[in-house]
């Protein structure tokens, strides 16, 4: 079946450093591929998403590329703000109408 | 914006009692999501539904049902309520040609 493996948090960096959250899924075909994000007491919202291979979804600074020869869609920002404390989600669908599968979520927590 | 909204950010229940979730999406998607999210296993999918009055199984129905009456309104029932049903519930939708789905706020319920 279909699953996404996230890297397990908390991730602790200070403001200004460099972020990677590493995502790896398994599916058979080109699923598209998501990453979500939950601030505190907040649902999930969208952030970026990357529906084929090479793609790369971008959004605030973050950006994740879609890599078929290694299943993974790393979540990437250059310069973190104490803003982006929050949850993120790795997440994959089969097709655009089919349901979601998560990733357990990894927590950011962003430091002055 | 889409918006989905979800009828209590906070319940407390009763062991045994019946609880309603509703929960109400403004923008006509035809696809809807119950999730509970729990520490350590992210977001697990208990029932979808992709038009009104149709309803699927997700991977932990048992304990739960579902109703969906109205293209906008996509209710989660809890028959009997138990502790292990503590939990943030998570509603989302989707419009199918886009793939990419819009949550709720969440409802945290606490089962006493």
């Known amino acids: 079946g279909n699953s996404v493996t996230q890297m397990e948090g908390p991730v602790t960096l200070s403001e200004e450093a460099f972020l990677t959250i590493n995502c790896t899924y398994t599916?058979?075909?080109?699923?598209?591929l998501f990453w979500y994000v939950q601030y505190p007491g907040e649902g999930l919202q969208l952030l970026l998403k990357?529906?084929?291979?090479?793609d790369k979804g971008s959004n605030k600074g973050f950006e994740a590329t879609y890599r078929k020869e290694t299943t993974s869609f790393h979540l990437e920002k250059g310069s973190v703000q104490v803003s982006d404390s929050a949850v993120y989600f790795c997440?994959?669908?089969?097709?655009?109408?089919?349901?979601?599968?998560f990733g357990t979520g990894t927590r950011l927590q962003v430091t002055l | 914006d889409v918006k989905v909204t979800q009828s209590s950010r906070y319940l407390v229940k009763r062991t045994g009692e019946k609880v309603f979730l509703e929960c109400v999406q403004d923008?006509?998607?035809?696809?809807m999501f119950w999730y509970r999210q729990d520490p350590g296993l992210g977001l697990r999918l208990i029932y979808f539904?992709?038009?009104?009055?149709?309803?699927e199984k997700g991977d932990i129905p048992e304990g739960y049902s579902v109703s969906r009456e109205k293209k906008e309104r996509f209710s989660l029932i809890l028959e009997s309520a138990s502790t292990n049903q503590t939990s943030m519930y998570l509603c989302?939708?989707?419009?199918?040609?886009?793939?990419?789905?819009?949550f709720g706020p969440g409802t945290r319920l606490t089962v006493l």
């Open positions: 989302a939708s989707r419009l199918p040609s886009t793939g990419a789905m819009f």
């Open positions: 539904s992709y038009d009104v009055k149709m309803k």
């Open positions: 997440a994959l669908s089969p097709g655009t109408a089919s349901k979601l599968t």
């Open positions: 923008m006509d998607h035809e696809n």
């Open positions: 599916a058979t075909g080109y699923p598209s």
């Open positions: 990357a529906t084929k291979a090479d």
